[in-house]
């Protein structure tokens, strides 16, 4: 099993930056993938980025235009999103999320991750 705690969310203008951390504890050599979704009241959870485990391979969501960087700290097991520029539009729950090995799938399709954080809140106000 793999436990994912996410931190770092909270209240920001518009314009300002956040830094989301991910915790992976557990089985976490087994992890493949970790990434970052989102969900807005009201909307589908989409996808945001992911980072591969076993090298430097990110991938981005289109929406994010440069404004979003995801990067990952091999020696604590702890992924990271970082979002500058925040909008309005931005604000909603952002979960981590894993893919351990055995499982497939596209790398921007919530079901293909087989472990999930909690969730932490960003809100932007304008």
């Known amino acids: 099993q793999v436990q994912l705690v996410e931190s770092g969310g909270g209240l920001v203008q518009a314009g300002g930056s956040l830094r989301l951390s991910c915790a992976a504890s557990?089985?976490?050599?087994?992890?493949?993938?970790m990434g970052w979704f989102r969900q807005a009241p009201g909307k589908e959870r989409e996808f945001v980025a992911v980072a591969a485990t076993n090298g430097r391979a990110t991938y981005y969501a289109d929406f994010v235009k440069g404004r979003i960087t995801i990067s990952r700290d091999t020696t604590n097991n702890t992924v990271y999103l970082q979002i500058n520029s925040l909008k309005p539009e931005d604000t909603a729950v952002y979960y981590c999320?894993?893919?351990?090995?055995?499982?497939?799938?596209?790398?921007?399709?919530?079901?293909?991750?087989?472990?999930w954080g909690q969730g932490t809140q960003v809100t932007v106000s304008s």
């Open positions: 999320a894993a893919v351990s090995l055995g499982h497939g799938g596209r790398v921007d399709t919530s079901s293909t991750y087989n472990y």
């Open positions: 557990g089985l976490t050599l087994s992890i493949q993938f």
